[in-house]
């Protein structure tokens, strides 16, 4: 029972605030979170509770950070804001983007700053059109991205965004936007033998066929499907991807919003499979949520196309390039660097899946444990064998999740797959701790 300080919180909120994904009956019981330190956030009522899911995957230093607060405090005494339009630019802007530049795929050297990951989608795509344009290609608009990947949820965004529950609410959605299915090792099947992960890819590859390559602009992909369910594609599969965007004259563009700053074991996501996308997006762990901030990055025949044009990019934000967040994106890399981040979320990463599937992995109704880096997922399912779901009526995800918070840990779910990302400073002993909650939640659940 809820004390009469967050009661009556709980009552202010639900008289005046309109929620992200908005709903009543899931907000009757909501968590108001008053403080937090680290990998722990607690609530108005004093209770801790792991952060499973580091926020919304964007707090990967954590609650805390004492550099990244004088870093936004030195900035707003020296200039608060300043704008970035054409004309105008701020030290800590162009620190931030020649420091990108170092640590970005090496062809990526030129950056364009949002506020956050829907906006960076839409950047990316409006960025892509402009450039065919220029090279004399106009025909070439559309954006084929996958099931399960997010993007955002701008009109744009949502229309590229392949997780269907957001779209009925807004339909029609923006025309010229084709879904693939996931290389979802354990869902997807390939036929006759190939390989899973190539057949996967060759997805990509029939529908530009389908549709005519003369009209795909981009492939947009998260190296880590997230918000999805976690899913990592075999290894055989971005090459590929990376091959038939080549051969057809189509952008690659990472959605690196999740993956980037160290969050998969390396700076960047694709770094795993060796290849290069031609176009970048990111926000979240750029500054640990504690400034929205994201952004583009291009690589340098992009560039220079755009800049050969000799035309103005018509598109903008008033938040672009914004001095506090820039600031503090630079004390955040310093971090991500001066602690190793990516070697942290592997290792921490590796002690989390070995851990889950330890506990879980031989549970009648674990259909998978899986990750990469300091990202995981576990599938709950009807039948082991044959991977029948439960009916969506059960609601056993939300179960587990409800069981979960009972017990110490706050994360999220995508129908009955819980997923897991804590911070990247979460302790070992707190990844021991997620690993057994995981399983007392499951048991009680589903015996």
């Known amino acids: 029972m809820k004390n009469d300080a967050s009661t009556e919180l709980l009552q202010k909120d639900l008289d005046h605030l309109i929620h992200p994904l908005h709903s009543d009956k899931a907000h009757a019981s909501a968590k108001i979170w008053a403080s937090g330190h680290g990998a722990t956030l607690v609530d108005a009522n004093g209770e801790s509770f792991i952060d499973g899911l580091s926020g919304l995957w964007n707090n990967t230093a954590g609650n805390?950070?004492?550099?990244?607060?004088?870093?936004?405090t030195r900035q707003m005494h020296e200039i608060a804001f300043a704008s970035g339009y054409a004309g105008s630019s701020n030290p800590r802007a162009i620190e931030l983007a020649a420091r990108l530049a170092e640590i970005c795929y090496p062809s990526i050297n030129h950056f364009y700053f949002t506020s956050g990951g829907g906006e960076s989608t839409d950047s990316n795509i409006k960025m892509v059109r402009y450039y065919w344009k220029l090279k004399g290609k106009p025909g070439k608009t559309k954006v084929i991205s996958r099931q399960w990947g997010y993007h955002g949820v701008t009109l744009a965004a949502m229309s590229a965004t392949g997780i269907s529950s957001y779209w009925p609410m807004?339909?029609?959605r923006v025309p010229g936007f084709i879904h693939i299915p996931s290389p979802y090792p354990y869902?997807?099947?390939?036929?006759?033998?190939?390989?899973?992960?190539?057949?996967?890819?060759n997805e990509l590859e029939k529908a530009i066929l389908a549709e005519g390559a003369d009209s795909i602009a981009m492939?947009?992909?998260?190296?880590?499907?997230?918000?999805?369910?976690?899913?990592?594609p075999h290894d055989d599969y971005f090459p590929r991807i990376r091959e038939i965007c080549d051969q057809y004259e189509v952008l690659l563009v990472a959605d690196e919003v999740i993956t980037g700053f160290g969050r998969t074991g390396k700076m960047f996501g694709l770094e795993h499979w060796g290849i290069e996308p031609d176009l970048i997006q990111y926000a979240k762990a750029i500054t640990s949520g504690y400034f929205p901030l994201g952004g583009i990055g291009v690589n340098d025949e992009?560039?220079?196309v755009m800049a050969a044009s000799g035309a103005p990019w018509m598109h903008a934000y008033t938040y672009s390039a914004h001095p506090v967040g820039c600031a503090v994106?630079?004390?955040?890399?310093?971090?991500v660097e001066k602690e190793d981040f990516p070697a942290q979320a592997a290792s921490k990463g590796a002690r989390l899946i070995n851990g889950l599937q330890d506990a879980l992995g031989d549970h009648a109704h674990v259909g998978e444990v899986r990750g990469l880096g300091l990202m995981a997922a576990v599938e709950i399912v009807k039948d082991k064998e044959t991977g029948e779901e439960f009916d969506a009526s059960e609601s056993v995800g939300a179960r587990i999740l409800a069981a979960g918070t009972d017990r110490g840990l706050f994360s999220r779910t995508r129908g009955d797959v819980y997923v897991i990302a804590p911070p990247i400073v979460t302790t070992e002993s707190e990844i021991d701790k997620i690993v057994e909650i995981m399983h007392d939640s499951v048991v009680a659940v589903l015996g």
């Open 329 to 335: 994106a630079l004390a955040m890399l310093d971090i």
């Open 187 to 201: 869902r997807y099947k390939a036929e006759n033998g190939e390989s899973p992960g190539i057949a996967a890819a």
């Open 64 to 72: 805390g950070r004492v550099e990244l607060i004088e870093a936004a």
């Open 302 to 304: 992009i560039a220079d």
């Open 170 to 172: 807004f339909e029609p």
């Open 219 to 232: 492939f947009l992909a998260e190296p880590v499907q997230g918000a999805g369910g976690v899913i990592v």
